[in-house]
């Protein structure tokens, strides 16, 4: 075990199989309030991996909306056509709100020959209507025949999906030995601990902007530096800019279109337990500015060490603070999350390694080091705005 390093004592000097004092604190707990998304996700959900590849399979539950994509007379029996026919079930009643219609699928080979037309017939009253391309219909319920021998699958759809793990390694500038074991107002040994403490820092800051911001890519170098394959991992706005939950404020956030968006994306996810809104200083001002009445601590302030506000509004909303989403096109976007779908993996976890290269030397070199990988699962829990006025 490391001895402790008393100030102004030259008999404390650790040697390179010793910590600095500030190194022990867990990576997590150092500059939270710099690099919320890696100090969160490093406390709440790590585990470990030894491939360079990190699978997983999607499993989410079917859409309980379609929309048509062309006009139906009316009819007791209409024939709907939609390009949504992969979220319908036989036997299925579906709900337009416009007519007040309600229509059952009564076409039962419809599972073995999917298509963009759908027999249905209104159920209830014999009044039709006809129904025009966008019209939305509603899923409220199931209703087999008696007797019935179909089988009616699963609602849910599944997809293969990775990322891959990125290697992270940081010099930081030597330290040398004489300046190391001078005594300054920490103490001994507090220059090397000042240098790594500033590597500790630059590396989450990196970190940190290549999970929102990295891209999933594989490829060689060629060059006497590069001895093997080059992997990045996917970062979130790269799994979500194209996702159906990204949203162009195009100006100002209002109160009600934030309210709006969210309300559409999450009152389907009832157990979301952690929803989490990171935002440039410009975008969390503003939004601070527009709900104060109704802003309060969150209670999971306490569990990661960070000033977290929560919005209760239509949905509660934990509001964190993200200061390297500054300048270079990065102050006008927003992420919302969804944290139990999000997990961070590592193969080794970031640690600092002292005096890697052990020569003996006047210098001493120390490393910061970490392999990892990002899984944001189930694209739908999480949504992604840009675009955004302070």
Not at 41 to 54: D, E, L, P, Y
Not at 57 to 78: K, Q, R
Not at 134 to 141: A, E, L, T, W, Y
Not at 157 to 168: C, D, H, K, P, R
Request: charged letters at 20%.
């Amino acid at each position: 075990m490391p001895t402790v390093i008393q100030l102004g004592d030259v008999s404390h000097l650790y040697n390179a199989a010793e910590k600095p004092v500030d190194m022990i604190v867990p990576m997590y707990q150092n500059f939270p309030s710099i690099t919320p998304l890696i100090s969160i996700t490093t406390k709440m959900s790590v585990g470990s991996t030894n491939q360079s590849r990190v699978d997983y399979m999607e499993s989410e539950e079917l859409p309980d909306t379609i929309i048509l994509s062309a006009g139906v007379a009316a009819s007791a029996t209409p024939t709907i056509v939609t390009t949504q026919y992969t979220y319908a079930r036989p036997f299925d009643i579906w709900y337009n709100a416009r007519t007040d219609i309600r229509l059952l699928i009564t076409e039962e080979g419809f599972l073995t020959d999917m298509d963009n037309n759908i027999i249905t017939r209104v159920l209830g009253s014999t009044a039709t209507a006809a129904f025009v391309a966008g019209d939305v219909f509603k899923k409220i319920g199931v209703a087999f025949p008696d007797g019935s021998a179909l089988i009616r699958p699963q609602a849910v759809v599944n997809s293969a999906s990775y990322n891959l793990t990125q290697e992270i390694t940081k010099f930081t500038r030597h330290t040398t030995r004489a300046m190391n074991e001078a005594t300054f107002f920490g103490g001994p040994g507090s220059k090397r601990d000042e240098n790594n403490q500033k590597l500790l820092r630059a590396a989450k800051k990196e970190m940190e902007l290549g999970a929102w911001l990295g891209v999933r890519d594989t490829f060689t170098i060629a060059g006497t530096n590069s001895v093997g394959l080059t992997q990045t991992m996917g970062g979130i706005k790269d799994a979500l800019t194209s996702g159906t939950n990204a949203f162009d404020f195009n100006g100002y956030m209002t109160e009600s279109r934030l309210d709006g968006w969210l309300t559409d994306i999450y009152t389907q996810f009832p157990d979301t337990t952690m929803l989490a809104a990171f935002c440039p200083p410009k975008v969390y001002n503003r939004i601070q500015q527009l709900v104060k009445p109704l802003i309060r601590i969150s209670p999971n302030a306490t569990t990661y060490g960070l000033k977290i506000n929560q919005y209760q509004g239509a949905i509660d909303l934990d509001l964190i603070r993200c200061p390297l989403f500054s300048g270079a096109g990065l102050d006008t976007m927003m992420f919302v999350l969804d944290m139990a779908y999000l997990k961070v993996i590592y193969q080794k976890n970031p640690q600092m390694e002292f005096d890697v290269t052990k020569d003996g030397g006047n210098y001493i070199t120390d490393k910061f080091y970490a392999l990892l990988t990002m899984i944001l699962a189930n694209e739908k829990r999480h949504a992604y705005g840009y675009n955004i006025k302070g």
